[in-house]
């Protein structure tokens, strides 16, 4: 998370989505930032909550400010989350998954029940609190040149993001059902994708 007011935005790490990358790029050129638990991946209600109230003593109002973050298409953020969760480094935690295909780590997501498959919901992290304001600009993930070109405009400098913490490559394997049934428990999450900036 990037609390930036005074150039002009707020930036909401979503998981999977490249935020590291983002917030070491952006570092040198904003005020301040949260990079470790439980702050790093703050959802936006708990933005609006706690934080925004605190920028608004500070003299910072939330029509000074426009609150961003990157949205994966879906299903490609939970192979995202499975890739992560294979990692070697993991075995013998409850949230390795390196002993299950994806199609089994898809089923034991939507069902909710296996610890290694709990990782949230995108749609979660950017609701609003209830009457609150949305999220100013959700930009797609593969698009992400275009928010690094909306940062760059507000830090009044050119940012190089490059790409870190990848996952292992592991081979994408869905059963036409499990994807059916993925896309359908998606929906609230493709209905923000489908309407973020780089459609």
Avoid at 160 to 178: D, G
Wanted: hydrophobic letters at 35%; glycine letters at 6%.
């Amino acid at each position: 998370m990037i609390l930036a007011p005074g150039k002009g935005f707020v930036f909401l790490a979503i998981p999977k989505t490249a935020s590291t990358s983002i917030e070491r790029a952006l570092m040198p050129h904003t005020h301040a930032y949260f990079t470790g638990n439980p702050f790093k991946h703050t959802r936006y209600s708990e933005f609006q909550r706690f934080l925004q109230p605190f920028l608004a003593s500070k003299g910072f109002p939330r029509d000074s400010y426009e609150v961003v973050c990157v949205f994966r298409e879906p299903i490609d953020w939970l192979f995202s989350w499975y890739r992560y969760r294979t990692r070697e480094e993991l075995k013998g935690y409850p949230n390795y998954c390196g002993h299950v295909s994806f199609e089994e780590f898809a089923r034991a997501y939507i069902e909710g029940k296996e610890r290694f498959a709990r990782v949230g919901r995108p749609s979660r992290f950017v609701r609003p609190r209830k009457g609150g304001r949305g999220v100013d600009l959700i930009f797609r993930y593969e698009r992400i040149d275009l928010l690094v070109e909306y940062l760059c405009e507000k830090v009044g400098r050119e940012v190089e993001v490059e790409i870190s913490n990848v996952s292992p490559e592991r081979e994408f394997s869905l059963s036409r059902e499990r994807e059916q049934a993925l896309r359908e428990f998606f929906l609230p999450e493709y209905r923000i994708y489908e309407k973020a900036i780089g459609a």
